[in-house]
């Protein structure tokens, strides 16, 4: 049934091989999508009690198993102990919020025309086809999956193959709480995604912009649903009433926590005025935040993905420099077992430069002046995608005005761009997403289908 193989090893430890497995093909994906789809006529039946105690009971045996779901995160993806633990706490909270969200309201009363009734009820799609990344194993495929499954939908999972370990892993712990077959993982690369989009009656992907684009292409081209969360280029605009250690502390891990692997992370730090105690503090506190094993407690930055992410990050800082950009700290891979790259930041660089316009998925920020504000959001606004902007700083007319004027889909005042509530729609503008919000209530929209039904008495 399987062509290939894909193979998952751990950052820190590249010898360290977390799982195997054949790479599905399309004729086996269409055997597990079959399946699925014969589970979920047993589950749209369930009653709303018997899908939230479904959910439930996943939600408890995560929470049974909380360390060896963060040891296996942490061996996998080199996320650092805390985050990793949070990630986790993460996954429980989402499965036990959309396991109470069985009881929502599922549709529409309305005043009829012609008596009776005219009410909306909201149906499940059918089967969704959910394609993740690597950097949430846990939080993305469940903040897909839970909201599917508690609409009636069967899910097919395909996981980068880069957190095929934790796929799996949810698939054996879900499977003790639902029907046989109804969330599968389908194991694979390009292939086993574009096979899983072509069955699925929905879509959700969660991935880099150029992947996106093909994915929302197919879907949209079989006429099915799509939504896609991708990149980011997430600006951090600094007042100049800003508190410079205090912005400097939340930017500088915005940028560099989890080795600046997030797609809220901060990418761009745009100083309004010339502001060298900001500056400095931003640089202080990133090199406090040194690479060290994941696996320590304390330790905020561990390894980037693979040996591919860390030459990307270090040709990202090389072409800035020969553009005249300043590096004020890092630019280097550390001499050690795995892929480490010392946080970097760059100072001094065009707005215009790749370093500011495209996405570099590790702990590298680029450093900018503008100015005033209005130039300030310029920066911000002047590159193709639009997720999450963070502003810094105490007068408030300031502020409303960078949040009236900023284009990205979230918008954080004194927080970090990195850090969602996943009980609050979460999105992009731009080439940042295609299609309807995620998380929140916002998800069970997307995953069900509204039909419209008009019941009139017969006589009288
Ligand atoms: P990726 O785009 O390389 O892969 C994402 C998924 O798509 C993987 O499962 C991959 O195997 C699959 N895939 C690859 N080609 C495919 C095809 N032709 N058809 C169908 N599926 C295909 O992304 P990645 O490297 O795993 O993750 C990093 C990227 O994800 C970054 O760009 C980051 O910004 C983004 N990301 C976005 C969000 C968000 O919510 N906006 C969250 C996390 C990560």
């Not at 009971?57 to 805390?82: F, N």
């Not at 900001?278 to 690479?291: C, G």
């Amino acid at each position: 049934m399987s062509t290939s193989h894909v193979t998952s090893i751990s950052p820190q430890a590249p010898s360290d091989v977390v799982a195997e497995a054949g790479a599905l093909d399309p004729r086996a994906v269409a055997a597990l999508a079959a399946r699925a789809r014969e589970a979920q006529l047993q589950w749209r039946a369930t009653g709303a009690a018997g899908r939230c105690s479904s959910l439930a009971g996943a939600a408890r045996e995560l929470r049974d198993r909380r360390q060896q779901a963060t040891e296996l995160v942490i061996r996998e993806v080199g996320k650092p102990r805390g985050e990793a633990a949070g990630e986790v706490d993460r996954g429980i909270a989402i499965l036990e919020y959309y396991a109470q969200a069985a009881f929502a309201s599922r549709g529409d009363l309305l005043p009829p025309s012609i008596g009776g009734l005219l009410y909306t009820e909201r149906r499940p799609h059918g089967l969704a086809g959910l394609i993740t990344p690597w950097n949430f194993p846990i939080a993305i495929p469940l903040w897909k999956s839970a909201p599917a499954l508690v609409c009636g939908n069967a899910v097919l999972l395909k996981p980068s193959p880069d957190a095929l370990g934790t796929a799996l892993f949810l698939q054996e712990l879900l499977a003790r709480h639902l029907p046989d077959g109804l969330f599968a993982v389908a194991p694979g690369e390009a292939q086993t995604g574009e096979a899983v989009v072509a069955e699925a009656d929905i879509v959700s992907f969660t991935g880099s912009v150029g992947v996106g684009a093909s994915v929302t292409a197919q879907a949209t081209g079989r006429g099915v649903p799509v939504q896609a969360e991708m990149g980011g280029q997430n600006a951090a605009i600094v007042l100049p009433d800003a508190d410079p250690a205090r912005s400097a502390a939340i930017i500088a891990g915005a940028a560099m926590g989890y080795a600046g692997q997030k797609c809220t992370a901060t990418r761009r730090v745009i100083v309004v005025g010339e502001n060298d105690a900001f500056v400095d503090a931003l640089v202080q506190r990133t090199e406090a935040l040194a690479p060290g094993d994941p696996y320590a407690d304390g330790v905020a930055v561990g390894p980037v993905i693979s040996e591919a992410a860390r030459a990307r990050v270090l040709e990202a800082v090389a072409r800035a420099q020969q553009a005249g950009g300043r590096t004020l700290t890092g630019g280097a891979a550390l001499d050690r077992d795995g892929w480490f790259v010392a946080p970097t930041l760059v100072d001094r660089v065009d707005p215009s430069d790749p370093i500011m316009q495209e996405e570099t998925f590790g702990p590298l920020a680029a450093v900018c002046r503008a100015g005033d504000l209005d130039e300030a959001v310029q920066i911000a606004n002047g590159v193709r995608f639009g997720l999450v902007t963070s502003i810094h700083g105490r007068d408030l007319d300031q502020i409303l005005r960078a949040v009236a004027a900023v284009d990205t889909g979230m918008i954080k005042v004194n927080g970090p761009t990195a850090g969602v509530d996943f009980y609050a729609p979460f999105g992009g503008e731009k080439a940042s997403s295609f299609g309807p919000r995620e998380q929140g209530m916002a998800a069970l929209d997307f995953y069900t289908s509204t039909h419209t039904v008009s019941l009139a008495p017969h006589a009288g």
